[in-house]
């Protein structure tokens, strides 16, 4: 049972323009949502998380919007740089399980 | 400071044989999580352990075990290696045990397990 889902394997933006990563949950019990970056040969680093009680989180170039009702949220990045090109995965947390679910991942390419 | 570090880099194992892997968590860090991730997946969770203890165990069998020693370093065991064992496996350390406020984990580069 998938519980996070990142439907799109792959995204392709120009440099300088907005890139959205999307990600939808089954899981109403989930208390915080993450966005990981990974190059690869290279361990995921965190990028930004958003509280479940929240439906917006600022960082910089990166935003992460929550729509609990839908069980959705993205990641925008503004603006895009060739060095975002990387895989980027949605995580969730639950606090009573103490572990992170991942989703499949989105391959970002930011081209020139 | 150094980051979490994990042994070995790559390795190339046998059908039917045993594995361990070892992970040294960020100086201060009291937590390390295991992870699997297959090709084409997002990290699936294995283990947590928190000062010497399992706190958290993932649906996996009763091949994969852990343990985590006195300096909170840690050992990843598979047993019986299956062909799907092949993955990489990641290794996160965190300051503490989150509780309903998430604490942020921090992942190490992995290792590339092949099983033939």
């Known amino acids: 049972d998938q519980q996070v889902k990142q439907n799109s394997p792959s995204l392709s933006v120009q440099e300088g323009r907005i890139s959205i990563l999307n990600c939808d949950y089954t899981?109403?019990?989930?208390?915080?949502f993450l966005w990981y970056k990974k190059y690869p040969a290279e361990g995921p680093t965190f990028l930004i998380s958003?509280?479940?009680?929240?439906d917006k989180n600022e960082d910089g170039r990166f935003t992460v919007f929550l729509n609990k009702s839908a069980k959705h949220l993205s990641l925008h990045i503004v603006p895009s740089q060739p060095g975002d090109s990387a895989v980027y995965f949605c995580?969730?947390?639950?606090?009573?399980?103490?572990?992170?679910?991942f989703g499949t991942g989105t391959r970002l390419q930011v081209t020139l | 400071d150094a980051g979490v570090t994990q042994s070995p880099t790559h390795l190339i194992k046998t059908r039917g044989q045993h594995v361990t892997l070892r992970c040294s968590p960020i100086?201060?860090?009291?937590?390390v999580s295991w992870y699997q991730q297959v090709l084409g997946q997002g990290p699936q969770f294995i283990f947590q352990?928190?000062?010497?203890?399992?706190?958290g165990r993932g649906n996996f069998p009763d091949r994969f075990s852990a343990r985590q020693f006195p300096n909170y370093s840690s050992e990843l065991n598979v047993n019986a290696l299956l062909l799907g064992d092949s993955a990489l496996y990641l290794c996160?350390?965190?300051?503490?045990?989150?509780?309903?406020?998430?604490?942020?984990?921090?992942f190490g580069p992995g290792t590339r397990l092949t099983v033939t």
């Open positions: 996160a350390s965190s300051l503490r045990l989150a509780g309903g406020t998430y604490v942020e984990q921090y």
């Open positions: 899981n109403s019990m989930f208390d915080y």
């Open positions: 958003i509280s479940s009680i929240k």
């Open positions: 995580a969730a947390y639950t606090g009573t399980a103490s572990k992170l679910t």
């Open positions: 100086s201060g860090h009291k937590s």
């Open positions: 352990y928190y000062e010497k203890e399992e706190r």
